[in-house]
């Protein structure tokens, strides 16, 4: 693999390209149709890291998955996994360990759960705090709250409501919600989130594929004010036939800052009004820092004079809670903006790939930028003079991919491990190139 990928200045850009497939909706697409009642025909599935450890956990159960080409694979699914012993390695993916970890506690098996380095430090105790009352056995193989996971069969399903803590990561809530069929078998399951709930918007994307594969979740809210989700006796999925897999909207935030900063105009396909993931939402920061966005049902468009005519993108003081991936393409954006730019309540941004708020602070401060890192902050004072940098990336995708777009000023910029995009968009640096003029 290249240790470093030199980028020359991107001078001007624009045309059009084709999203990979949603990281968020493949992987719970994968885990939704494995438990399905039939079979599913999934198109248009990302094919990367991440998807790669859902897909061969489900085939590790016993789960019969055939790759038909172009993206598309058939599911079997069955509501128990056939295989109730096995070795599952969930590389950094966030979000595949998590909804494994709710859905296999309850399929009465041994299974062991493990990542690389990064991915045992990354939080899992609150949701098994909350499976635990339910009669989960689940155990720490190294440290308390971390991964590795040893899974067992339950014991007892009793205890209800089920609570769960959502101010860490919200997966523990859609891990919670996606099993929720297992558990309602007799029963309906009432769900309550305890205290805060971040990035939201990615509970509302599980309670619509949930639907989509036939399990209507009701809402409503606790006399403390916080989310309750009840789950009908007897729910469970139908496969729906075939499923097509939208374009990723976090993956579209560095093309369409891309056509901010380089003029465009640029114009993402699987993206658009009708996309159901929050990142959609970063459409909006991109004219609300000056450039032209249009938009139409499955695609999304933007333009400006460009940085080499003048283009100066307004500065941002925002939260972007509700789309914490695509807020690190705004940090690098603000880099060139005309004052300085504030990220709030990003927190989470501590626990994900690396400590992402440090990583920020660290390689803006390289290319010149001023910066303050707080706990769940950063204010961003871009460069008086934009230097040239070897950026380093920890391993985490949105690191490469966010920085690359430093290389719309007007210096060269070295991006080291730029095989890291792997994780959510294997070939970003060619489709870069590709719209890119120097
Ligand atoms: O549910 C999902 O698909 C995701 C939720 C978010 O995580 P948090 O809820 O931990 O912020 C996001 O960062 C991650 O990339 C994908
Ligand atoms: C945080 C991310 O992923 P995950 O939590 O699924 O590892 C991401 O893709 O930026």
């Not at 004072?381 to 290389?407: C, G, N, Q, W």
């Not at 060269?412 to 730029?418: G, K, Q, S």
Request: net charge negative.
């Amino acid at each position: 693999m290249t240790e470093f990928l030199d980028l020359a200045p991107i001078r001007a850009a624009r045309g059009e390209m084709r999203l990979p497939g949603s990281k968020s909706v493949s992987i719970r697409a994968l885990l939704l149709a494995a438990l399905s009642d039939g079979e599913t025909h999934l198109t248009g599935l990302l094919d990367s890291d991440d998807t790669r450890v859902m897909r061969e956990a489900l085939k590790a159960c016993g789960v019969s998955l055939v790759d038909e080409g172009s993206n598309s694979w058939r599911v079997q699914g069955a509501l128990q996994f056939p295989r109730t012993d096995a070795e599952i390695y969930v590389g950094n993916s966030g979000l595949s360990i998590r909804t494994l970890v709710a859905v296999l506690a309850f399929m009465n098996g041994r299974y062991r759960l493990s990542g690389v380095p990064r991915m045992h430090e990354r939080p899992i105790g609150d949701l098994v705090d909350a499976l635990r009352p339910l009669g989960a056995s689940i155990s720490y193989e190294a440290h308390e709250g971390f991964p590795p996971l040893l899974v067992e069969p339950a014991k007892s399903r009793s205890l209800q409501p089920v609570r769960v803590r959502g101010d860490a990561s919200s997966q523990f809530l859609t891990g919670i919600l996606q099993s929720a069929p297992l558990l309602a078998r007799e029963r309906e399951l009432v769900i309550e989130v305890e205290g805060e709930l971040i990035s939201k918007p990615y509970i509302e994307l599980s309670l619509t594929l949930m639907k989509r594969f036939g399990v209507d979740v009701q809402r409503s809210t606790t006399a403390a004010g916080s989310p309750r989700y009840t789950i009908a006796a007897g729910a469970r999925y139908r496969a729906p036939g075939s499923f097509a897999v939208e374009g990723d909207a976090s993956s579209a935030s560095y093309f369409l800052a891309l056509g901010a900063l380089a003029g465009g105009p640029i114009r993402v396909h699987g993206m658009g009004s009708s996309s159901l993931q929050g990142d959609v939402r970063f459409a909006e920061v991109m004219s609300a820092m000056g450039a032209t966005v249009t938009q139409g049902e499955d695609w999304t468009e933007v333009q400006s004079s460009g940085l080499a005519a003048g283009f100066k993108p307004k500065a941002i003081d925002a939260d972007f809670n509700h789309i914490p991936d695509a807020a690190m393409t705004i940090a690098v954006v603000a880099l060139f903006a005309d004052g300085p730019s504030v990220l709030r309540n990003i927190g989470s941004w501590r626990v994900k790939e690396t400590d992402r708020i440090a990583a920020m602070a660290a390689e803006l401060t390289k290319l010149g930028a001023t910066v303050e890192a707080g706990a769940d902050f950063l204010r961003i004072e871009p460069p008086k003079v934009l230097r040239s940098a070897a950026i380093d990336t920890y391993d985490d995708h949105r690191m490469a991919m966010s920085f690359s777009l430093a290389s719309c000023g007007s210096v060269p910029v070295r991006i080291n491990d730029p095989g890291c995009v792997a994780k959510t968009f294997p070939d970003y640096f060619t489709q870069l190139a590709a719209l890119s003029s120097n």
